[in-house]
């Protein structure tokens, strides 16, 4: 079975520009998550999607981050503009929302670099 | 609010030795479940696994094993006969019941390294 998929693995982008984030689930896992990881801390989740619908985002600013998961299943994040405090590694996880609901497997992360 | 708290930010250890990884939580649910995910340096977090409040028993598998402790709100992990390629971050997260399930809350990591 085929893990959590995401592109690019990495990005240098310089402060103000946009960037976009790319994330394939796990067939069959109707729930993903988008959490943010700076260095030497851990994941924070950003937003949470229940299928094409938004669960959580209470931590997502919403001023600069957007995000979106058409047709329920693959997802983009977006931050534009982007800041300095930006740079993280942005983690794509999904979970199946019958079986075992709240085990959450990890995709590899985009490490992003504002400079 | 959820709090997951790993006091210890790097341990090195030598080969075959044990290693026991400290992770304490704090909830007010009844309800909620308690993880620890492994991160190589690829960067992927590694399900590893994942104990509900209900169920103290300890759990072994393999050379690794976990002890719950409720009355402590601690759910430490050890690593029997460490290897090279048990180096990576550890993290313990916790996710309460209700409306919040699903939000993961991590500890900031535990970086081990196993020296040969």
């Known amino acids: 079975e085929a893990g959590v998929a995401q592109s690019p693995r990495y990005k240098i982008i310089e402060k103000r520009q946009s960037v976009a984030f790319w994330c394939n689930p796990i067939?069959?896992?109707?729930?993903l998550y988008w959490y943010q990881q700076i260095l030497g801390q851990g994941p924070k989740l950003l937003i949470q999607?229940?299928?094409?619908?938004?669960?959580?985002d209470s931590q997502l600013p919403k001023d600069r981050f957007s995000a979106e998961r058409l047709k329920g299943v693959d997802s983009t994040l977006k931050i534009q503009p982007a800041k300095l405090e930006d740079s993280a590694v942005y983690l794509c996880?999904?979970?199946?929302?019958?079986?075992?609901?709240?085990?959450?497997?990890f995709g590899a992360g985009t490490r992003l670099s504002v400079l | 609010a959820q709090k997951v708290t790993q006091a210890q930010t790097e341990i090195s250890v030598v080969e075959k030795e044990d290693v026991t990884l400290d992770c304490v939580y704090e909830?007010?649910?009844?309800?909620?479940?308690l993880f620890w995910y492994k991160q190589p340096p690829s960067g992927e977090l590694v399900f590893l696994i994942r104990?509900?409040?209900?169920?103290?028993q300890n759990e072994i598998s393999g050379r690794y094993s976990w002890n719950f402790q409720k009355s402590t709100s601690s759910f430490n992990f050890t690593i029997t006969a460490s290897q090279v390629v048990d180096s990576a971050v550890y993290f313990c997260?916790?996710?309460?019941?209700?409306?919040?399930?699903?939000?993961?809350?991590f500890g900031r990591g535990t970086q081990l390294t196993v020296w040969p």
């Open positions: 997260a916790l996710s309460g019941g209700g409306s919040t399930l699903g939000r993961l809350y």
């Open positions: 996880a999904s979970s199946h929302s019958q079986e075992r609901k709240n085990i959450q497997y």
């Open positions: 999607f229940q299928n094409n619908g938004v669960v959580d």
């Open positions: 104990r509900n409040s209900f169920d103290e």
């Open positions: 067939s069959g896992h109707a729930t």
């Open positions: 909830t007010r649910d009844t309800t909620y479940y």
